[in-house]
């Protein structure tokens, strides 16, 4: 097992939030995103440079970069990332003072095309020169294979479809790759194989999970990543979220309760987390209901003064 930094990329206000109906103002939205970046997160994903029609709930990301790129609202240690599709999504990233961009290509043809309207050659097509500008413009770049370990539409990815798309970003010089299991169906032994089949291809790559929690096997899996040699988690705060373009949208793996584990293995205890708990208390007296997490239900059972 790698004993790399392990690094935390919430993304709760972006893929915990795109499949709400109920739309969060601006000013709820900075507020929850001042409450994670008191807690020692490393990444926070303010949204992502969508057609506003198509996904309401982001209509405000290019104000929320905006906000946070003024002096008094800079956050220091934090990276702020955001989701892109296409150029005209970058462009606007670039222009409102995204630090880091998140792009992908689907291993699956029928969610590739709800997703994107693209084939997963085409979309490849054009993420690749996208990551290559934002990297020649000082921005970081990861790349993903979304629908990584299966589909709600089609089932079973093989895995010679995933290393197609992951050799190509290799090719390119692109070694921050991410693996999503957009629809949940990741179990921890197929996540073991896939990530350690990338460090294969190359050693140097530096590795990023994204997991659903669909069928209650968001943390297991975590898990056999840390042990594949995956550094960077993504987690949404009291588990929230899902991909508004799949068959059976599910919240990702809860940030407090991915913390609360790491912490429980003697990792990342620098990370504050009753700081991630009182957001996501927040973010759920917002919608009125219990949110999905269990430490947030249960509380934490980490206390670093009797160690």
Not at 7 to 26: A, F, N, S, W
Not at 120 to 137: D, Q, S, V
Not at 168 to 190: C, R, V
Not at 215 to 236: I, P, Q, R
Request: proline residues 4%; hydrophobic residues 40%; aromatic residues 6%.
């Amino acid at each position: 097992m790698k004993t790399d930094k392990i690094i935390i990329h919430e993304v709760g206000p972006r893929d915990g939030l795109q499949v709400e109906k109920t739309i969060v103002p601006l000013t709820e939205k900075i507020a929850w995103v001042d409450g994670i970046k008191k807690s020692g997160i490393d990444i926070i994903q303010l949204g992502s440079f969508v057609n506003p029609k198509a996904v309401p709930q982001m209509a405000d990301t290019d104000q929320l970069f905006i906000h946070y790129s003024q002096p008094e609202n800079k956050i220091d240690n934090v990276i702020l990332s955001g989701l892109v599709l296409n150029e005209k999504g970058l462009d606007r990233g670039m222009e409102c003072g995204a630090e880091m961009f998140c792009m992908g290509v689907s291993a699956s043809e029928t969610h590739s095309q709800k997703n994107t309207r693209m084939t997963p050659a085409e979309a490849l097509g054009r993420i690749i020169p996208m990551a290559k500008k934002a990297i020649a413009a000082g921005k970081k770049v990861q790349v993903s294979v979304q629908s990584a370990f299966g589909c709600g539409f089609e089932g079973v990815i093989p895995k010679e479809k995933v290393m197609a798309i992951v050799k190509e970003y290799l090719s390119a010089g692109i070694k921050n790759i991410s693996l999503a299991d957009t629809a949940g169906h990741a179990q921890p032994q197929q996540v073991e194989d896939l990530f350690g089949s990338i460090l294969e291809l190359d050693s140097s790559a530096k590795l990023a999970c994204h997991f659903h929690n669909t069928y209650s096997l968001g943390l297991a899996n975590c898990y056999a990543a840390l042990k594949a040699g995956v550094t960077s988690f993504e987690s949404a705060y009291g588990g929230l979220g899902g991909c508004p373009f799949t068959k059976l949208p599910a919240g990702n793996v809860s940030t407090e309760d991915l913390v609360h584990s790491l912490q429980r293995m003697g990792y990342r205890k620098d990370i504050n987390l009753d700081s991630l708990l009182d957001t996501a208390r927040a973010v759920g007296t917002f919608f009125e209901r219990e949110l999905p997490g269990s430490v947030l239900k249960s509380g934490s059972i980490v206390d670093f003064k009797k160690e």
